[in-house]
């Protein structure tokens, strides 16, 4: 996709619509974990039709390993415990940052990157 179309799309609709998206997406968490983390793996699509981390319609279908990386997770019970306590509510502060650097073009790559460590301050995933 050309630059400058989303560049526009970003001025337009991008900046507006990922707020909505990734509110929608933190409820989504609060309701069912594995719909909001489905939702938030599209913001890049939403905010600036970035690619999806997704396959795409036609891509040969693989299996999807979790963990591949060899990088070892906290046990499930604990990871539970953090959501509980502190996930849920850091990870609505931390989606508000992001976006809000988002709409600042200065601050666009960071707020990318701080949408990327969005599974570790909900669950304390660890990332590759």
């Known amino acids: 996709m050309p630059l400058f179309i989303r560049f526009g799309y970003f001025l337009l609709v991008g900046w507006w619509l990922t707020w909505i998206w990734v509110q929608l997406a933190w409820l989504a968490n609060l309701i069912g974990l594995p719909a909001g983390i489905h939702m938030l793996n599209h913001v890049p699509e939403i905010l600036i039709l970035g690619a999806s981390r997704l396959p795409r319609q036609g891509e040969r279908n ?26 849920w509510w850091a990870s609505l502060i931390w989606l508000n ?14 707020g990318i990157l701080l949408f990327s460590y969005l ?4 669950t304390l995933r660890r990332l590759e």
Not at 97 to 110: D, E
Not at 119 to 122: G, L, M, N, S
């Open 97 to 110: 940052v992001a976006w809000m650097l988002c709409i600042t073009l200065l601050g666009l790559p960071l």
């Open 119 to 122: 599974p570790t301050v909900t």
């Open 62 to 87: 693989e299996i999807i390993v979790l963990n591949a990386s060899g990088v070892s997770q906290l046990a499930r019970p604990w990871r539970l415990i953090y959501f509980l306590l502190v996930g």
